[in-house]
């Protein structure tokens, strides 16, 4: 069964982390960059989660740390304690992540790249995480050298909305000016007023 690729902002929305080790920095590290309030739980918790800035709590897992929270991640060794989280997050339809046990996931974290404006995630749905690290890899690659293209489309998007309002001949001028945007043409204010003076004049 494929997954549908839910985007949602998470910026301020409580996330709690279930263990302290190396599985646990990985998921946390992939998600600091989108803000969340993030809460890790675990008898020990490594130095490298202590200097990323979120909230430590170093204790064993108890049954109410789940109250008011948006999504958990069970980063543990312990299967049990993963089945008992799961089955927590479930009666209470919390999002649930156990790692390395895709059938107690609510949601799977996709190989996730996040450059230039540009957020993707790629999954095989669990068939092939190498195949999604790879895709992943020629993404960024793509990415690398664009660094300015989104920004230079946002700059422009409302103008060109406002100022044409045929909406397939939008389309032509935001197609011309990516083209402009990948082939390195220096984009200004003069240049977008050209491709939307000859949009409106093709009519």
């Known amino acids: 069964m494929a997954y549908f690729p839910f985007y949602i902002d998470i910026k301020d929305k409580k996330f709690l982390v279930v263990g302290g080790g190396k599985v646990a920095l990985r998921k946390v590290e992939k998600l600091l960059p989108f803000e969340p309030k993030i809460t890790v739980i675990a008898p020990f918790i490594c130095d490298e989660i202590r200097k990323l800035g979120v909230s430590i709590i170093e204790r064993k897992f108890i049954d109410s740390?789940?109250?008011n929270i948006f999504c958990a991640i069970s980063a543990t060794d312990d299967e049990v304690v993963n089945g008992h989280i799961f089955k927590l997050c479930s009666e209470k339809n919390i999002l649930v992540n156990t790692v390395d046990d895709k059938d107690k996931c609510g949601f799977i974290f996709p190989a996730l790249?996040?450059?230039?404006?540009?957020?993707?995630?790629i999954t095989s749905s669990g068939k092939s995480?190498?195949?999604a690290k790879y895709i992943r890899e020629r993404l960024e690659n793509l990415l690398d050298g664009n660094a300015d293209i989104t920004e230079t489309l946002f700059k422009y998007r409302k103008r060109i909305k406002s100022e044409i309002k045929n909406e397939t001949d939008r389309?032509?001028?935001?197609?011309?000016?990516?083209a402009l945007?990948?082939?390195?043409?220096?984009?200004?204010?003069?240049?977008?007023?050209?491709?939307?003076?000859?949009a409106n004049n093709e009519n």
């Open 129 to 131: 995480p190498i195949y």
């Open 113 to 121: 790249v996040n450059k230039n404006g540009i957020t993707a995630g």
């Open 65 to 67: 740390d789940i109250d």
């Open 181 to 198: 945007c990948l082939s390195r043409d220096e984009i200004d204010d003069n240049l977008v007023s050209k491709l939307i003076e000859e």
């Open 171 to 178: 389309k032509i001028v935001f197609e011309r000016l990516l």
